[in-house]
């Protein structure tokens, strides 16, 4: 961080910035935005906070998009039909833990006082550059620490999705998450069983896609209790390294994964590829292009996944892969569909229709898998001939 960093806050969301201004309505820029760039990484979308309500911010632009009127955010569109978010100055009144309840009609620091981390509660004001920082945000983001804004108990109750938050903004910058906002996760995890599985899973998702330390965001979930609640496992594996793929990272982890996935309210595909996944085998029997086609043949379309949790577990590549390449840059059969025979060829040699062509083709591609050399149609299809009863 440099020492008197100046936001540059793009054209488009400056020119709303000060289209507000210039109708009265004080407007900061805020929440991830001015974070990311006061610790010099690639921001994403600028927001805005504003004096301004919602109904005053959609009548000073042409453009705009109820997005979250509930929560004072309208979209407002740039020239180039790109949506930018203006949120009013609110404060939550009431809370049960999962949804708030906002008034509107505050100042800019109860606005930064209902934010979750000092990290998160910075302004800037690119008219008048100058920052608003009541937390100290900026100090905790020089010093690499996440801290809850005011009472960290009072905050995690209000929304326990925070504490899962909290994890997130440590695993994603390698930060410490100070003293008593860490305590105060720990007493509470067992009130995240109250979010909903949709929050929770788009958090791991986020956390671990993100992250500059997966194995720090695990190790969070895990020491915090979290992971008791929604990650249910029968072992744990101590992993290398996580990479930033949440399912195969998350089954690198804790097994079996797919009650977890279901748990989270997975889709079916992603429940399905949990289910593959544990079921293997994680790797072939030995390293040899014939042992990599039978397994391939047997795990495919998710090799790749147990390729890749074999070496988060382990930290190198999985010995098999350089057999599991070779057989993929040889085109070796392994499914039924990479057979030089097909089920009507099997018909027009006299087999009945029936569940004995599958019992056939099956038959022939073990032969094929085998003996890759073995995949002709006409050697197959004197094999089947011989096959052929009587
Ligand atoms: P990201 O880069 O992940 O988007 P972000 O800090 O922008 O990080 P958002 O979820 O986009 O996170 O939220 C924007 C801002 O809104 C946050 O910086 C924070 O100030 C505030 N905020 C978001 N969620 C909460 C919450 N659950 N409780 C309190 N404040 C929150
Ligand atoms: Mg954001």
């Not at 397994?295 to 010995?319: Q, S, Y």
């Not at 025979?341 to 073990?366: E, H, N, Q, R």
């Amino acid at each position: 961080m440099s020492a008197s960093p100046v936001i540059t806050v793009p054209r488009p969301v400056l020119a709303i910035q000060q289209r507000l201004e210039a109708a009265g309505f004080e407007t900061w820029c805020v929440g991830g935005a001015v974070r990311d760039a006061l610790l010099e990484i690639p921001q994403s979308d600028v927001d805005l906070a504003t004096a301004a309500t919602p109904v005053q911010v959609r009548d000073l632009f042409a453009r705009t998009v109820p997005v979250g009127i509930a929560h004072g955010t309208v979209g407002v569109l740039d020239p180039e039909g790109v949506l930018h978010e203006v949120t009013t100055f609110r404060r939550d009144v009431t809370t049960d833990g999962r949804h708030a309840v906002v008034e509107f009609g505050v100042s800019l620091d109860d606005d930064l006082a209902r934010r979750d981390f000092t990290i998160n509660a910075i302004a800037w004001h690119p008219g008048r550059r100058e920052f608003r920082d009541p937390f100290n945000g900026r100090a905790d983001l020089e010093a690499g620490i996440v801290r809850a804004v005011g009472d960290p108990d009072a905050r995690f109750a209000e929304d326990r999705l925070r504490i899962l938050r909290a994890f997130r903004f440590a695993a994603r910058f390698e930060f410490e998450i100070e003293s008593a906002t860490w305590e105060a996760a720990v007493r509470q995890a067992p009130d995240t069983m109250y979010l909903s599985a949709e929050r929770v899973r788009e958090e791991w998702w986020k956390g671990i896609s993100r992250a500059c330390d997966g194995l720090l965001l695990a190790r969070l979930w895990e020491e915090s209790g979290v992971a008791k609640v929604w990650l249910p496992a029968d072992h744990t594996t101590i992993c290398h390294h996580l990479d930033r793929e949440p399912l195969a990272a998350l089954a690198s982890w804790r097994q079996p994964v797919e009650p977890i996935l279901r748990r989270l309210k997975c889709s079916a595909v992603e429940i399905a590829r949990g289910r593959a996944i544990d079921r293997g085998p994680a790797g072939p029997s030995d390293v040899t292009l014939l042992a990599a086609r039978r397994w391939l043949a047997g795990v495919e379309p998710f090799a790749n996944d147990l390729l890749r949790i074999h070496e988060m577990r382990t930290g190198v590549p999985a010995p098999w892969m350089a057999p599991v390449v070779a057989t993929r840059l040889y085109g070796h059969p392994l499914h039924r569909s990479d057979l030089a025979v097909t089920g009507s060829d099997l018909i027009a040699l006299g087999l009945p229709p029936g569940p004995a062509i599958g019992t056939m083709l099956d038959a022939l591609l073990a032969h094929v898998i085998d003996d890759p050399d073995a995949n002709d149609r006409h050697l197959l299809l004197d094999r089947a001939r011989e096959a052929l009863p009587e």
